[in-house]
């Protein structure tokens, strides 16, 4: 199929997305709305495609999508894969004083991160309310990840982030309510996005961002803030792959005695052994262990179910 117009199809990166309509920003870096061809064609913020203007309209027309560098991924409650992002060279998760940190959900964020081929940091933002970095970042630390401290209105750490992402399309990811908006106007002046404020009941920050948007970085790149979160589980094709999420559980597994082991109740577990001569912190292993479970039970309903502790 093809129009008068096809002859003006131009190549353009979708900054947002809202199921088929999007936002595309052009080569000559403007924005234009757009819908797709066809409803298998599925864009999200950061995809590049190629897209034609259609007489009369405002909406420009989506034919195809390029192939994607990475995608970043979730599971939803139906164990179904829901894409969040594309083309994403490093992962930004973000945790903060207030609310407190779950970090369980940070270790399948960082996981997600390694599932999907992508460089993860993690920033520690609100410095400020900071008495002393969390016991918890040094497990971090110790994994060889890499860390910011960011206070995100003084400004205190946001030159050194800022550097580091330079030339990069890099993704924001958090609980609700730890500032990724504010980090977002921090990096990228111009954005001028809603900073929401922690509910007076509880914690719990409140959902400001809406939708993915990208949005280009002042010193090369891109940035995408997407929505703040209240769980998050990286989508995992299979059991064996679950590992992949744990650099420590990759680097001792190589040891089991069975080249199968899911390292919960095997013997000769490599990975348990680890945990228990403190080689593998025990809550990173319980992370394992949950997303294992997670994964499990999210298996297809129709093909053999595993017991899980």
């Not at 933002?125 to 497990?139: G, Q, R, S």
């Not at 609700?176 to 404020?197: D, F, Q, Y």
């Not at 005695?257 to 912190?281: K, L, Q, S, T, Y």
Request: with cysteine; glycine share 8%.
């Amino acid at each position: 199929m093809t129009t008068d117009s096809d002859d003006l199809h131009s190549n353009a990166i979708v900054c947002a997305a809202y199921g088929r309509r999007v936002e595309l920003e052009l080569p000559d870096e403007t924005t234009v709305p757009a819908r797709t061809r066809r409803r298998s064609l599925r864009p999200v913020c950061g995809d590049r495609v190629v897209a034609v203007p259609q007489p009369g309209e405002r909406d420009w027309l989506i034919n195809t999508i390029e192939v994607r560098s990475s995608e970043l991924a979730r599971t939803d409650t139906r164990g179904r894969r829901e894409l969040l992002a594309a083309n994403v060279n490093t992962l930004v998760v973000v945790v903060a004083p207030a609310p407190p940190p779950d970090w369980f959900m940070v270790d399948r964020f960082l996981g997600g991160a390694h599932l999907a081929g992508i460089d993860p940091l993690l920033v520690v933002n609100k410095n400020d309310l900071l008495d002393a970095i969390p016991d918890e970042v040094a497990v971090y630390d110790a994994l060889g990840y890499e860390r910011y401290v960011t206070d995100a209105h003084s400004g205190e750490g946001i030159a050194a982030l800022a550097e580091r992402l330079a030339g990069q399309t890099a993704a924001l990811v958090g609980q609700s309510g730890v500032g990724k908006s504010s980090l977002t106007n921090a990096l990228v002046p111009a954005a001028n996005l809603a900073i929401g404020a922690l509910t007076r009941t509880g914690d719990e920050g409140r959902h400001t961002t809406v939708a993915a948007r990208r949005l280009r970085l002042p010193s090369g790149g891109a940035l995408i803030d997407s929505p703040g979160v209240r769980d998050y589980a990286p989508h995992v094709e299979n059991l064996a792959r679950v590992a992949v999420a744990f650099p420590e559980v990759v680097e001792f597994a190589a040891h089991c005695r069975f080249a199968n082991c899911h390292h919960r109740r095997e013997p000769d577990c490599a990975v348990r052994a680890a945990v228990a001569a403190g080689d593998i912190d025990e809550r990173r292993y319980t992370s394992y262990r949950r997303l294992y479970s997670i994964t499990a039970s999210l298996q297809p309903r129709d093909g053999p179910r595993r017991k899980t502790d």
